[in-house]
């Protein structure tokens, strides 16, 4: 998937944006390859409907999250259609750079989750056709949760 993040400069060591119709630009991440594309905002100027026309571009580009300050209500109108979640900006000044580490590292996170719970899953699978097999066993509950 990819994730636009508002950018207020074109390397990654710039602070992201709070404004996003109005930012500089936007550094386009792909999380499956680890891309990294910079798209200047040629928006940024309108006296009107900078948000939507942002947005558009954002799409046109393949990007399925935004991540910025502040959508506004027709910009947020526009995502909701195009199916685009927004992902608010934090209030710690962290370059884009780090942004996208926050993103692998949450990334691997899910990868880890996901796998521990198939391990999880196939261990009681397995338990259950133990205890069916073995009449000491077959009238006993097992029960787990998984968090």
């Given at each position: 998937?990819?994730?636009?993040?508002?950018?207020?400069?074109?390397?990654?060591?710039?602070?992201?944006?709070?404004?996003f119709g109005r930012c500089?630009?936007?550094?386009?991440?792909?999380?499956?390859?680890?891309?990294?594309?910079?798209?200047?905002?040629?928006?940024?100027?309108?006296?009107?409907?900078?948000?939507p026309a942002a947005m558009?571009?954002?799409?046109?580009?393949?990007?399925?999250?935004?991540?910025?300050?502040?959508?506004?209500?027709?910009?947020?109108?526009?995502?909701?259609?195009?199916?685009?979640?927004?992902?608010?900006?934090d209030e710690n000044n962290?370059?884009?750079?780090?942004?996208?580490?926050?993103?692998?590292?949450?990334?691997?996170?899910?990868?880890?989750?996901?796998?521990?719970?198939?391990?999880?899953?196939?261990?009681?699978?397995?338990?259950?056709?133990?205890?069916?097999?073995?009449?000491?066993?077959?009238?006993?509950?097992?029960?787990?949760?998984?968090?």
């Amino acid at each position: 998937m990819k994730v636009a993040i508002t950018s207020s400069g074109k390397e990654l060591t710039s602070l992201p944006d709070k404004r996003f119709g109005r930012c500089n630009c936007f550094v386009i991440y792909d999380t499956e390859n680890g891309s990294v594309e910079v798209v200047d905002n040629p928006n940024r100027n309108h006296n009107e409907g900078a948000g939507p026309a942002a947005m558009q571009l954002i799409a046109s580009k393949g990007a399925g999250k935004i991540i910025t300050g502040h959508l506004g209500d027709k910009a947020a109108s526009v995502a909701k259609r195009l199916g685009i979640m927004m992902i608010p900006l934090d209030e710690n000044n962290r370059s884009v750079e780090e942004v996208i580490q926050m993103i692998k590292q949450n990334k691997q996170r899910v990868h880890f989750k996901k796998s521990l719970t198939l391990i999880l899953l196939f261990y009681f699978r397995f338990l259950l056709i133990k205890r069916s097999e073995n009449p000491l066993l077959s009238d006993k509950k097992i029960v787990f949760c998984i968090t």
